[in-house]
């Protein structure tokens, strides 16, 4: 049913779905997209057929969907009005081609989670956040690359390799959503699931010029073998704060297998987008006050944040307490990994790169004390960010403290003077956000001097998710950076920073 390779197109089929400029619909936003598939004006065989044709052009150069699923993708679009179908959801999609990071299961298609334990696993059933979105009018066409285990912020893995950063295919595309962002940012789909741990969906939106949303807890239904885990979630990835924000839209919903799972708005995220309102006052942090943070990057983003300033904003300098975050975060996802791979035995671990490793010795090394304390110390930091945001409309940090590196570098070792022991301490401005339990926004604003992207951090309220989507498409109005997408591999671009 579903290839595990690109489909290989004739070329007379090829030049057949230029002639019919079928390859311009992927320069459509996925909201206007699903505007002509509900209007009748492209089907959803056409759309795949572009999504191919794309994805032939340019998928050979970033590797950034390994697996198709074709045949299952046309199959699910003759189902789009049958039973079970939410027609009238805010988020229904209507035939859109999308990917599905290869930390999903997807019935019948092959799923790996980047590693070698499962390069040949096939499930039989999806994951609830796939099943919501099928249902949703969604077409699944491909499965995302990902690090193994979604574990690292660079794209590799020994399944498939790596995943190369369009901007400049020498350097990551980050992770562990790199795939995903690889896609949205070449035009291959519309729209692309991620996931977020530790900065997983927000790092290579900031590597590639695309947005990423990070949801409060529980927005987004999904299937997890921890169902009490608020500290990873899924979310939407789109070129622009409204896709993210119609994507949004598509995932949410409550699910009787998801313990944490919260109920469809009333009022749609797309309302919110397209309804952009600029906070009053907001905070803006280069490092969160303990942070290393590259000079350049730091500075892109106090541009951008003062940039807010000019249209009337109060803009502050300053940052809520995250001391002994980085402790809190570490101690507590070291705990995960050691229960996620508790099960393995001394062969299965030997396959598992020397990260996950790590990670793994770490957790098992901790006290049921150690995890209490941390637990404690995060509650008095979610009390902390509670009294800040209601003094706050939004907080604004780097989405990543370095600009995109050599794609063989598997993590960054020092920033300015600082050097980690480990492959996640550098990419801390996202984990601490994640303590928060904040819903955020990975939002380009700007571009390094040899022309790499670089995202901010919009950071909101717990499920204030409508009014972070409305200050972010205001704020992608000033720095109105969106227009560069999507683009060929390497090809020269012109960029003007904000």
């Known amino acids: 049913m579903c290839k595990t390779s690109a489909v290989e197109f004739t070329k007379e089929k090829h030049a057949r779905l230029r002639k019919k400029n079928m390859v311009s619909l992927i320069e459509l936003s996925a909201r206007d997209a699903v505007t002509k598939l509900k209007a009748g004006e492209v089907s959803p065989k056409e759309m795949i057929e572009a999504a191919l044709a794309r994805i032939q052009d340019v998928d050979g150069k970033v590797n950034a969907l390994p697996t198709l699923c074709v045949d299952r993708a046309v199959e699910e679009a003759g189902r789009l ?11 229904w999609l209507a035939g859109l081609p999308i990917a599905i990071k290869d930390l999903s299961e997807v019935a019948g298609v ?11 696993h096939i499930p039989s059933s999806s994951d609830i956040m796939v099943e919501t979105l099928e249902r949703r009018g969604a077409l699944v066409i491909a499965k995302s690359n990902t690090p193994e285990f979604g574990a690292g912020a660079n794209t590799f893995n020994d399944v498939f390799g790596a995943t190369l950063n369009p901007w400049d295919t020498n350097l990551t595309c980050g992770g562990s959503s790199g795939g995903a962002a690889v896609a949205l940012a070449t035009g291959q789909v519309w729209l692309a699931s991620g996931s977020d741990l530790g900065g997983s969906l927000r790092t290579p939106a900031s590597f590639c010029s695309v947005v990423g949303l990070r949801p409060s807890p529980g927005r987004v239904a999904r299937t997890a073998g921890d169902p009490f885990d608020e500290l990873s979630v899924n979310g939407p990835m789109g070129r622009d704060v409204g896709d993210a924000a119609l994507f949004l839209d598509a995932m949410a919903g409550q699910n009787a297998g998801d313990p944490l799972s919260l109920s469809s708005p009333d009022i749609p995220f797309q309302a919110a987008a397209e309804a952009p309102k600029l906070p009053l006052k907001v905070a803006f942090t280069p ?3 303990c942070l290393p943070v590259d000079p350049e990057i730091a500075g892109i983003c106090r541009k951008a944040a003062l940039r807010l300033d000019a249209e009337g904003v109060q803009v502050d300098e300053m940052s809520p ?10 101690t507590l996802r070291a705990a995960k990994f050691a229960n996620r791979f508790a099960d393995l035995d001394e062969t299965q671990r030997k396959q598992l790169k020397p990260e996950i490793i790590w990670n793994l010795e770490k957790g098992a090394a901790l006290t049921a004390d150690e995890i209490g304390k941390a637990e404690l110390a995060r509650g008095k930091l979610l009390a902390r960010m509670a009294k800040f945001f209601g003094a706050y409309d939004l907080l604004l940090c780097p989405a990543a403290p370095v600009a995109p590196f050599d794609v063989t570098t598997r993590y960054v070792e020092q920033i300015n003077e600082v050097t980690f022991d480990n492959y996640i301490e550098w990419i801390a401005i996202t984990f601490c956000i994640t303590l928060t339990a904040s819903p955020v926004l990975s939002l380009p604003c700007g571009f390094t001097s040899n022309g790499l992207p670089v995202g901010l951090q919009v950071i909101a309220a717990n499920r204030r998710e409508h009014a972070l989507l409305s200050h972010g498409t205001a704020l992608e109005e000033i720095f109105a950076l969106s227009p560069v997408l999507p683009f060929d591999p390497d090809q020269p671009r012109c960029f003007v920073n904000p």
């Open 110 to 120: 092959r799923t790996t989670f980047g590693s070698l334990l499962y390069r040949d």
């Open 321 to 330: 307490d995250f001391s002994g975050a980085v402790n809190i975060f570490q």
């Open 81 to 91: 009005n049958g039973d079970n179908r939410d027609l009238d959801a805010a988020g």
């Open 287 to 289: 490092d969160l006050g």
